[in-house]
DNA sequence: TATACATTTGGCTATATTGCCAAATATAAA
DNA sequence: TTTATATTTGGCAATATAGCCAAATGTATA
């Protein structure tokens, strides 16, 4: 790996880090169906204000939503809705999992 | 978020956390080119052998490569190739970073 | 059998992440 | 202007992750 490489692998690592916790990946889901204000993920996650608005800031951080203030709430959108076509490839991988322990309990 | 939905996402982000480091992104990649045993990833990647087997038993954990032992070597293969469609994505989301990055230093 | 080679495992330290609380900030309403 | 609401920020403790070393395991070769 040149140190060029390095680079980019660290960027994309990053991008991919963003999205890898349970709380973010279903935020970003649910981003796909329009924006929500962090109120609205908080009423339903059973997490702190704080909590949520930090994981939203990841998101940002990482590029992948855009928030718009409008009066006194931030409204969140998905900035790049490619994101939600890999979860078919996650499910895959899901289903392939559970098809090989099926397999070896046999 | 209901209870069922915690624990899928919680498996889906277990999937993504895997991939999403810098050294098991770039040995996913390199094992959609063809399977690879350990050495020959210790011979690039400037680390300890025993880090290298640590990031492809994470690799192996989730589910996203294969091993097989084959004499005195393990070879590992990628199971799952539609994980690479996703950088297109990702690379998307870095070139969006770029772009933006630049308009704001206008 | 003894030895060398390829890999994994256990253990340790350093660092990063998560989630809560309290405090700060910003904006609208009274 | 005071107050309430929405959000962010700073800081802390608990937990998870990364990478090294040393030791254990498994397999081929001498």
Redesign the pocket.
């Known amino acids: 790996m040149t140190g060029k490489e390095k680079v980019q692998y660290e960027a994309k690592a990053r991008i991919l880090?963003a999205l890898a916790?349970p709380?973010r990946l279903w935020m970003a889901e649910q981003l796909a169906g329009g924006e929500r204000?962090?109120?609205e993920f908080?009423d339903v996650l059973d997490?702190?204000?704080?909590?949520v608005?930090?994981?939203?800031?990841?998101l940002k951080q990482a590029g992948i939503v855009a928030?718009d203030?409008r009066?006194?709430?931030?409204f969140y959108s998905l900035r790049v809705p490619c994101i939600l076509n890999f979860m078919h490839c996650v499910e895959e991988v899901i289903q392939n999992n559970s098809a090989r322990q099926a397999e070896l309990a046999k």
Do not use: A, I, N, Y
Request: proline content about 0%; charged content about 25%; hydrophobic content about 35%.
């Open positions: 880090k916790h709380v204000c962090v109120c908080v997490l702190d204000f704080s909590t608005s930090k994981h939203l800031s990841v928030d203030k009066g006194k709430q931030v």
